[in-house]
């Protein structure tokens, strides 16, 4: 009878069976394997085309309201980067946001740059992989975060402590530290 429940369950995808994983299975990442665990899919849920939003977006029985919606626009990923650097005196595309970084080296470039009253803008490339191999791609540089100082690439955490140590930076940002310094101003009572 135990082992008639065991079969009855592990073919429900209720229990998981001890036997060796498979090759498939070993080769991708452990998050992908739990989601095809606990949603009851077995296999690639991409090998066939269709995706879980997909599936629901198919659904006969599926409300308007919960159906997923498409964002896309007539920008590309190439044209948001290239309008961030633009408009953004200093950007950094970092792992998190400036006010939560989610790396040493990410935090390590947000103090570095606070030291210096300056707005930050940063943009979190772990919530967009597209994002952040399309601003590996415009820089032609590896490894984030990536920073941009009027709208120039500067390159990473390191090059960026360098400056600072070297007092470089201070000479880089000062225009950028005097123009908010004068809009705090003029926003006081």
């Known amino acids: ?38 949603s009851g899919h077995v296999g690639d849920p991409n ?65 570095v740059f606070q030291q210096y009253d300056v707005p930050i803008r940063g943009r979190d490339i772990l919530g967009d992989l597209r994002l952040k191999e399309a601003v590996k791609a415009h820089t032609n540089w590896p490894t984030f975060p990536q920073i941009f100082i009027k709208g120039e690439f500067v390159g990473g955490s390191d090059i960026i402590l360098s400056m600072h140590q070297k007092g470089e930076l201070k000479d880089l940002l000062s225009d950028i530290a005097q123009r908010h310094g004068q809009k705090e101003d003029a926003n006081e009572p």
């Open 47 to 111: 090998a066939n085309g269709d995706s879980t939003a997909a599936q629901i977006a198919a659904a006969r029985d599926t409300h308007q309201d919960f159906k997923p919606t498409s964002k896309s626009s007539d920008t590309s990923l190439d044209d948001i980067v290239a309008q961030d650097i633009r408009e953004n005196p200093v950007l950094i595309y970092m792992k998190g946001f400036p006010e939560s970084p989610m790396c040493g080296f990410s935090a390590l470039a947000v103090k």
């Open 1 to 38: 009878m135990k082992r008639l429940v065991s079969t009855a369950l592990l073919a429900r995808g209720l229990v998981r069976s001890c036997r060796a994983p498979t090759a498939a299975a070993v080769s991708r990442p452990a998050f992908q394997q739990f989601m095809n665990y606990s």
